[in-house]
Nanobody
């Protein structure tokens, strides 16, 4: 099983990034996919979730209206489009696959929002 995040980097406030998470080794379409983030010295928090059917999403209040989660089951990939980025969005972003009692995690990708 692998979840590999990509797309992180340094961006100025107000800018955009798109994170990708490529999955392999499990039936991707059957899993709920989630993005979490963890700022340095703080707890990990859930940012966005998309359910296996792909039609239902949910967001943390802090990113609602700025971030969009989507998935492509044909490519076994989940995305996080991040717009209007703020310095407080700076964190390591992790991809997570969840189904019943099974949890898979990626290694994380750093997003830094700074001028």
């Amino acid at each position: 099983v692998q979840l590999v995040e990509s797309g992180g980097g340094l961006v100025q406030p107000g800018g955009s990034l798109r994170l990708s998470c490529a999955a392999s080794g499990f039936t991707f379409s059957s899993y709920t996919m989630r993005w979490y983030r963890q700022p340095t010295g703080k707890e990990r928090e859930q940012v966005a979730v998309i359910f296996s059917g792909g039609g239902t999403t949910n967001y943390a209040d802090s990113v609602k209206g700025r971030f969009t989660i989507s998935r492509d089951n044909a490519k076994n990939t989940v995305y996080l489009q991040m717009n209007s980025l703020k310095p407080e969005d700076t964190a390591v972003y992790y991809c997570n696959a969840y189904r019943f009692w099974t949890d898979y995690w990626g290694q994380g990708t750093q997003v830094t929002v700074s001028s």
